[in-house]
């Protein structure tokens, strides 16, 4: 079992998560969030799984906290008017994103653990995750704004931060920074051991975030790399004050999750993407035959040493009672 313990406030929703010992209760339900009243927009390439804004998103998650999901993970979807260099969007307390977590927090308080997506490419219009200067992402340049978005979700009450560019050094400084407002139960999720996987397709229809010219390899690893590096960055993350460690994706790198997750003392995520919850949908597969294969690849992920586990399957897993 491994516990974080900085945080002061173990809310019996937090303890749940990080020490639950069943899969069930590792299982976090990602969202994305849309400006706008009423929506509710399938995503083709993800079927099952919408964008919607705030008002839909608060009632769909007040009917998974009945049904026991209460872990949530959100990704805001800007517009593209809303989109510029420099993310600067990101960070307004008057987006979606930070008004869904308000309410969520508001309605639920400690029964329910938010996490929220902190990066810059769903608000820069050229699609990267840090800012640009001459067709270069500049890790430097791009931290303080990555601190800016991470302040205001915690002041939303968000309970962890996912900081998922990958940018060096920037766990240290957003947990300076939320230390510094006095955000000291504010957890961070760091994406610590991310590849630039083929694997994300789907999610960048979701989120609307493809990169609009070259891609993400400067920042992301490489995904013939050793474990090396791997556990490099992990422990790095770790030392700097990340809560969670996140290895993304999952399902193809389960060998890394192992090795991480025997390298470092905090909790291990894993992210089940958008492209592998594709492929288990591709074969069509009858509900009896897809709840075997969720729940194998579930089993898989804790096997490996998956203490949290972000997956679209979430909602059907625990409505369906797969597990039990
Ligand atoms: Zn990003």
Redesign the pocket.
Known sequence: MKIRPRINRWTSARRNLINGSSIQSSLVQPHFVVEGDMVNEPILTMPGINRQSVDVLVKTIEKDMEMGITSHMLFPVLKQSDKDPIASKASNLSMPLQKAVKQLKRKFGDEIVVMTDV????ATDHG??GLINESEVVNDLSIPELCRIALSHAECGADYISA??MMDGRVNAIRESLESEGYVNTGIMSYSVKYASAFYGPFRDAAD?APAFND?SSYQMDTRSDYSEAILEAITDEKEGADIIMVKPAMIYLDVVREVSNSVMRPVAVYNVSGEYSMVLASKPSVEERKKMVCEILHAFKRAGADVIVSYHTREVINNKWLN
């Open positions: 990066c810059l490419c769903t990267h995750c998922s560019d975030s993400r």
